[in-house]
């Protein structure tokens, strides 16, 4: 199974950008839809942003667009969120996910899982 690894979360001010990465153990990677997920503290988890394996189609969520942009490198096995112009309101955990076939919104449609790394935008 696909171990995923994220990492470039940290603590900035309203304004400011980050870039996550999200490394995967293994070159089946190229054939996983990725996603990016967040959680804040006492809400659910949401799909932030998602694209197909190819790279062909993209999901954005409303409270996103314009602001996050997700790619993909499939020959390093890597998937990152560029995200600028960040708010009070994105900060959470970002986890990185995958799975087989289409893009779903449902985070119980992802069947791998990284641990996670924290953003924190303060205002």
């Known amino acids: 199974q696909v171990q995923l690894v994220e990492s470039g979360g940290g603590t900035v001010q309203a304004g400011d950008s980050l870039r996550l990465s999200c490394a995967a153990s293994?070159?089946?990677?190229?054939?996983?839809?990725m996603g990016w997920f967040r959680q804040a503290p006492g809400k659910g988890r949401e799909l932030v942003t998602a694209i197909t394996s190819s790279g062909g189609a993209t999901y954005y969520a409303d409270s996103v667009k314009g602001r996050f942009t997700i790619s993909r490198d499939n020959t390093n096995s890597t998937v990152y969120l560029q995200m600028n112009n960040l708010k009070p309101e994105d900060t959470a955990a970002y986890y990185c996910?995958?799975?087989?076939?289409?893009?779903?919104?449902?985070?119980?449609?992802?069947?791998?899982w990284g641990q996670g790394t924290q953003v924190t935008v303060s205002s």
């Open positions: 996910a995958g799975r087989r076939g289409n893009i779903f919104t449902s985070p119980a449609r992802y069947d791998t």
């Open positions: 293994e070159y089946i990677f190229s054939m996983y839809t």
